[in-house]
């Protein structure tokens, strides 16, 4: 292992997290070097993935803080005043509105943020970005840490920050082992227009043999998300627009009229992750690198914006210390603070998904009876308004 350092902290992957981080740390005169497979082109403008990232508070205080909430184009940012869940044929629904709030959150799609992102950290001062590279391989020890890229660069800095996608190569080349749960089913995602009103209110609704999630869009438009098992998705996929429209419409119940497709459609394969360890020795993983979400309670992102403002905060806290950024220390502040957040969202979340994604007809009438005791438990609202307004 080198013990000269090329720079202070090294970032693998430039989503949203990895991004976000990189300009968390803007200003604390630190040398940062920022590791992306893709190129430069592809990252200042992203194309549009169907992803709608719902935000809640905590994380547009977050984005306005790093400078991005303000480069987000207006018309792309929609108010989300209320959110409802529904089961099955059941006309019952558990509504949250967002007190005095005045709404839960915003609506804007992921790779408005990510452009947005991306053009915050052009001229950073101590930032150096190396696109168009991919590491193929990455070693963390007490003395410091050391990436090799494909084209034969090395790099050794004193910390390393992996950032690279649930999947994260990185973390197996660091020996932190993580969960992959692949769980058979698929989401296509795609945005329709409609004539009846969404009224900003977001919907998710599990049935019998589905899970969709009605996202409320400007210009009378709506983001639509339904799971499947994978080979319907596939199936689905391959259809003309007039056919996936017919469907979603069926689908949906009718619930906003008829619906025409008014952008590309994409699937995504659902698969969780969680990372059994979140740091080690001079390194730490961020983002979905750390914890994959399911998606259906839309908080993945806004864990993984928390998760890095947090490492961020540790780690800038050593460096007024004049500690070693990579300290342990901060690297176990982090761990046990993150751990804190994720691990209750991350349970409750599959286990939502467990029971209304249970064919069985017992769990069918648990469904309706926790939708109903949820209602009828101001405590319950109030903690899930608490946590989507602050959290």
């Not at 990189?22 to 403008?45: H, I, K, M, N």
């Not at 995602?189 to 609704?205: G, I, K, N, Q, S």
């Not at 199936?235 to 025409?260: I, S």
């Not at 993150?338 to 286990?351: G, K, M, Q, S």
């Amino acid at each position: 292992m080198k013990t000269e350092f090329d720079c202070d902290i090294v970032i693998v992957g430039a989503g949203p997290a990895g991004l976000a981080f990189a300009r968390s740390l803007a200003g604390s005169g630190l040398a940062v070097a920022l590791v992306e497979a893709q190129s430069a082109s592809a990252l200042a403008a992203p194309a549009y993935d169907g992803r709608e990232i719902a935000l809640t508070w905590r994380s547009v205080a977050i984005l306005r803080d790093l400078g991005i909430w303000p480069m987000l184009p207006a018309a792309d940012v929609a108010p989300l005043r209320a959110a409802r869940v529904q089961n099955g044929v059941s006309s019952f629904a558990l509504d949250f509105d967002p007190g005095e709030a005045g709404q839960l959150g915003w609506l804007v799609s992921n790779h408005r943020i990510r452009a947005a992102l991306w053009a915050a950290v052009q001229g950073q001062a101590g930032l150096t970005l190396n696109t168009g590279r991919r590491v193929v391989a990455a070693q963390a020890d007490r003395r410091g840490a050391q990436v090799r890229l494909d084209d034969g660069t090395q790099i050794a800095a004193r910390l390393l920050v992996a950032a690279d996608s649930r999947f994260s190569p990185v973390r197996t080349m660091l020996g932190i082992a993580a969960a992959l749960t692949p769980l058979d089913r698929s989401m296509l995602v795609c945005r329709v227009a409609h004539d009846l009103p969404h009224d900003a209110v977001a919907t998710e609704w599990f049935g019998l043999d589905q899970t969709v999630a009605m996202l409320p869009l400007n210009d009378q438009q709506t983001s639509i998300a339904l799971t499947l098992p994978t080979e319907a998705i596939a199936a689905l996929a391959q259809c003309d627009d007039a056919v996936l429209a017919a469907e979603l419409t069926r689908r949906t119940d009718r619930r906003l009229g008829e619906l025409r497709l008014a952008s590309t459609r994409h699937v995504y394969p659902l698969v969780t992750a969680w990372a059994h360890r979140f740091v080690g020795p001079c390194c730490a993983l961020i983002g979905d690198a750390a914890v994959g979400m399911h998606p259906v309670t839309a908080h993945g992102f806004n864990l993984g914006l928390s998760g890095q403002a947090l490492l961020a905060q540790q780690v800038l806290r050593a460096v007024r210390r004049r500690r070693n950024p990579g300290a342990a220390p901060a690297l176990w502040q982090y761990e046990a603070g993150h751990r804190a957040a994720a691990a209750p969202l991350f349970a409750a979340t599959n286990a939502l998904v467990r029971l209304y994604t249970d064919p069985r007809p017992a769990a069918r009438v648990a469904r309706d009876a926790v939708l109903r005791i949820g209602a009828k438990m101001p405590v319950v609202q109030a903690g899930i308004r608490s946590m989507l307004t602050r959290g």
